[in-house]
């Protein structure tokens, strides 16, 4: 079992940038697809990025894509997510998660495919 742990979250004002990371316990952390998600209040999870084993292969959500890069260093079984040019509507609290199996299509865009949670980390962005 794989256990993940965020890090990261804070405060930062508009236009400006975090880096979250995901440390992640268990030997099986290089064969897992890896992905980010944030939960605003009243709203559904939402997927962000995705990332391969050997981090050759990234998905991104159109809402994002350009300003973050999710990234993977099996090495040191942590996850990355560098978040640019944040927006106030991002304030949400942001999860990584992994997911054992491969599916076919866009499926590492749903969240329930996903079989290992992080706990949240907090990201607030000022106006």
């Known amino acids: 079992q794989v256990q993940l742990v965020e890090s990261g979250g804070g405060l930062v004002q508009a236009g400006g940038s975090l880096r979250l990371s995901c440390a992640a316990s268990?030997?099986?952390?290089?064969?897992?697809?890896m992905g980010w998600f944030r939960q605003a209040p009243g709203k559904e999870r939402e997927f962000l990025a995705a990332?391969?084993?050997?981090?050759?292969?990234?998905e991104y959500a159109g809402s994002v894509k350009g300003r973050f890069t999710i990234s993977r260093d099996n090495a040191k079984n942590t996850m990355y997510l560098q978040m640019n040019s944040l927006k106030s509507e991002e304030t949400a609290v942001y999860y990584c998660?992994?997911?054992?199996?491969?599916?076919?299509?866009?499926?590492?865009?749903?969240?329930?495919?996903?079989?290992?949670w992080g706990q949240g980390t907090q990201v607030t962005v000022s106006s």
């Open positions: 268990g030997r099986t952390f290089s064969r897992n697809i």
């Open positions: 990332i391969g084993w050997s981090a050759g292969s990234t």
């Open positions: 998660a992994g997911a054992t199996s491969w599916y076919g299509g866009d499926w590492y865009r749903s969240s329930v495919k996903y079989d290992y």
